[in-house]
Structures are given as C-alpha cells and as structure tokens.
C-alpha cells in the first residue's frame, strides 16, 4: 500500500520561507515521479513544480519560478518543496503525488495515483 505523508505546512510571513516535505511509503523499491499541486478556495487546483521518474527533470509552475525549488531525498525516498520569497497569493493547501511510473507531462494532476493528505500554507502580513 503506497502512502504520501505531507508534513511542514503553516504560516509565514510575506518574504518568508517554508519547505514541505513529502513522504513516499510502500514501494518504497520502485522509483517515482511526483509533483506538488495546490488549490486555493474558490480556485481550481494549479501545478507547482514536479520531479521526473528519472529525478533529472523538474518543471515549475510560471507563478512559483526563481521562488521554489523541488529537490528528492532517493535514500528516503522524500521530495521536497522550498517556499522561498512567498507572496499572500501562495496561500493554499498543496499536495502532493505520485506515480509509480514515468510521466511525460508532470504538470497534470490527471496521470497521478496516489496523493497526499494535503497541507495548509497560509502567507500573512
């Protein structure tokens, strides 16, 4: 049974920095692509940034480039997403997911099967 475990989500101020991290359990032997999502009230749900199958590849959403970074912990089978220079507009509960296979377009959450819980980011003044 494949699990996603988010964790480091809260508030920030405007400026500031936070970084989410997201495990994956189960098939734990398997390599992976994942990528982060996020939806705002009210909004549809919008790419953030994503990590090939291969780990070479990352791709970020036109909102978040030179702000966020996506990086992967392979011995622990852990992605990572760095919320740097956040803007009120961040404010967003984002997920993670995962696919046990390759995907060509890792900014659509159609081809991914497993999600995270979700994790409130709020960015205040």
């Known amino acids: 049974q494949v699990q996603l475990v988010e964790s480091g989500g809260g508030s920030v101020q405007i400026g500031g920095s936070l970084r989410l991290s997201c495990a994956l359990s189960g098939r734990t032997s398997s390599p992976y692509t994942m990528s982060w999502f996020r939806q705002a009230p009210g909004k549809e749900r919008e790419f953030v940034a994503g990590?090939?199958?291969?780990?070479?590849?990352?791709d970020y959403g036109d909102s978040v480039k030179g702000r966020f970074t996506v990086s992967r912990h392979n011995a622990n089978n852990t992605d990572y997403l760095q919320m740097n220079s956040v803007k009120p507009e961040d404010t967003a509960v984002y997920y993670c997911?995962?696919?046990?296979?390759?995907?060509?377009?890792?900014?659509?959450?159609?081809?991914?099967?497993?999600w995270g819980q979700g994790t409130q980011v709020t960015v205040s003044s």
């Open positions: 997911a995962a696919a046990l296979k390759p995907i060509a377009t890792i900014s659509s959450g159609q081809y991914f099967t497993y």
């Open positions: 990590i090939s199958w291969s780990g070479s590849i990352t």
